[in-house]
Nanobody, 120 residues
Framework: QVQLVESGGGLVQPGGSLRLSCAASGSILRIYAMGWYRQAPGEQRELAATITSGGTTNYADSVKGRFTISRDNAKNIVYLQMNSLKPEDTAVYYC??????????????WGQGTQVTVSS
């Protein structure tokens, strides 16, 4: 059983910062890419940022220069540092990881989501 548990969401004023964390636990052989996706009310889920096991990152144009994704491979944790937050960043943020389990194939796993609200 693999679990992804997010933390760090909340309410912040425009221009503020938040850091999201996501810890993977359970029967894990290897974690490949990890990432953060977000879903605003009435919208489809969209990619915010991803990072490979080697540290290569990819960002949505809407967050480039403001968000930074990083990971701690020893602890199986991925972070999303969000700066200069805007009201349009308001969404539920989901952690994603592509994980291989022992004696099994690799699959996508998702966290339960954490709410980020940017409002004055």
């Amino acid at each position: 059983q693999v679990q992804l548990v997010e933390s760090g969401g909340g309410l912040v004023q425009p221009g503020g910062s938040l850091r999201l964390s996501c810890a993977a636990s359970g029967s894990i052989l290897r974690i490949y890419a990890m990432g953060w996706y977000r879903q605003a009310p009435g919208e489809q889920r969209e990619l915010a940022a991803t990072i490979t096991s080697g540290g290569t990152t990819n960002y949505a144009d809407s967050v480039k220069g403001r968000f930074t994704i990083s990971r701690d491979n020893a602890k199986n944790i991925v972070y999303l540092q969000m700066n200069s937050l805007k009201p349009e960043d308001t969404a539920v943020y989901y952690c994603n990881a592509y994980i291989r389990i022992p004696l099994g194939s690799a699959s996508d796993y998702w966290g339960q989501g954490t709410q980020v609200t940017v409002s004055s």
